[in-house]
C-alpha cells in the first residue's frame, strides 16, 4: 500500500511540479541540512534492503570495497562505493526520479548529475561513531553545491547510527578533510569551540525516511551498539556544471577528465533536469 504522502510525489513528479514545499528547501539553504520523512514507501525499503543484503555480498566487478576482511574492522563502518555499477536494483534507487528531484529542487541547479553512491554499514557493535566531517574536502570539485541523501532502511537513532548535524555549519566553507580512524577534532580546526551557540541537532529516523546534507555541513554518526546491522543507502549528487578540481578520487582518477571542465560522461548521468 502505497502511502499518501508517496501518492502527493509521485503525482507531482508526474505533473513536473516542485515536490518539495518552499519551508523546506528554504531549511536546507539556511541550515545546510533538512530531513524528509517516507521518501520511499514500505514496499521501496523492503526491496532496497534486500538488494542491499545481495549488493553488500555480491563480488564487485566495479564497486569499492572499502571495509577490511572480518568486517569493520576498524569498527567505524563497512562501505561499498560505487554500488549501482554492479547491482541493477541499486541501480534503480540511485537514479530515482524522485530522489534526484528533490536534490534539484533544495539545489536550485539547472540539471543533478550522480556523483556516486554508498552502501554505509555500520555493523552490529560497531564501536567508534564515525566523526565529526564535512564531505566535501573528499570531492575533485571546484565549487560546492553537492550534497548527499541518506536513506536507512533501517530505523535509526543514537543507540544503532543516527546521524548529528551542525546547522548552518555549512557557511563556515571548506576545511581539512577529517582522518577517519585517527580523526582531528573539527570544531577546533573551524575555531567553533562554543557547542552552546553551535548547538549539534540528532536526527533520529524512520526506515525509509531520510536527511539531505550540503557536503560542507558538519556531520556525524553515533557508533552501532546494537546487535543488528545499520543499513543505509547515500546518494551523492552535484549540479549539473560542477567542475573537476583534479583532486585525487577513486571515481574520476584516470578516466579522461580534464581539470577546470565539467564532471560528466557515462558515470556522472544527469537525473534530474529543470
Ligand atoms: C555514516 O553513515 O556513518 C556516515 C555518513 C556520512 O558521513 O555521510
Ligand atoms: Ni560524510
Redesign the pocket.
Known amino acids: 500500500m502505497l502511502h499518501w504522502v508517496q501518492i502527493e510525489y509521485h503525482l507531482k513528479g508526474l505533473l513536473n511540479m516542485n515536490v518539495l514545499s518552499k519551508e523546506t528547501v528554504e531549511a536546507y539553504r539556511e541550515y545546510g541540512f533538512v530531513q524528509i520523512d517516507d521518501v520511499l514507501s514500505p514496499e521501496e525499503v523492503r526491496e532496497l534492503a534486500s538488494y542491499m543484503e545481495e549488493a553488500m555480498v555480491q563480488k564487485n566487478e566495479h564497486a569499492v570495497n572499502q571495509d577490511a576482511p572480518g568486517g569493520s574492522y576498524y569498527r567505524v563502518l563497512n562501505q561499498k562505493v560505487n554500488v549501482w555499477r554492479d547491482h541493477g536494483g541499486m541501480a534503480q534507487f540511485s537514479f530515482h526520479s524522485k530522489l534526484a528531484r528533490m536534490a534539484l529542487e533544495l539545489t536550485g541547479a539547472e540539471g543533478i548529475r550522480l556523483f556516486h553512491d554508498h552502501a554505509l554499514w555500520k555493523m552490529p557493535q560497531d564501536s567508534k561513531p ?1 566523526p565529526w ?3 566535501f574536502p573528499y570531492w575533485p570539485m571546484n565549487e560546492p553545491g553537492a550534497l ?1 541523501i541518506w536513506i536507512p532502511v533501517d530505523d535509526v537513532d543514537e543507540n544503532n547510527g543516527c546521524m548529528m548535524f551542525v546547522p548552518e555549519s555549512q557557511k563556515k566553507g571548506k576545511l581539512t578533510g577529517i582522518d577517519f580512524l585517527n580523526p582531528q577534532d573539527l570544531f577546533e580546526i573551524a575555531d567553533m569551540k562554543d557547542m552552546e551557540k553551535d548547538k549539534p541537532v540528532k536526527v533520529p529516523l524512520k526506515a525509509g525516511s531520510c536527511t539531505f ?1 550540503n557536503g560542507l555541513t558538519f ?1 556525524y554518526a553515533h557508533a552501532n551498539l546494537t546487535d543488528r546491522p545499520r543499513r543505509v543507502l ?1 546518494i551523492i549528487y552535484m549540479p549539473d556544471g560542477t567542475t573537476y578540481s583534479g583532486q585525487p578520487h577513486q571515481m574520476t582518477n584516470d578516466i579522461g577528465l580534464v581539470a577546470g571542465e565539467p564532471i560528466k560522461g557515462p558515470l556522472f548521468p544527469l537525473l534530474a533536469k529543470k
Do not use: I, L, P
Open positions: 564515525t566531517h564535512q564531505d548527499s546534507h556531520h547515500a
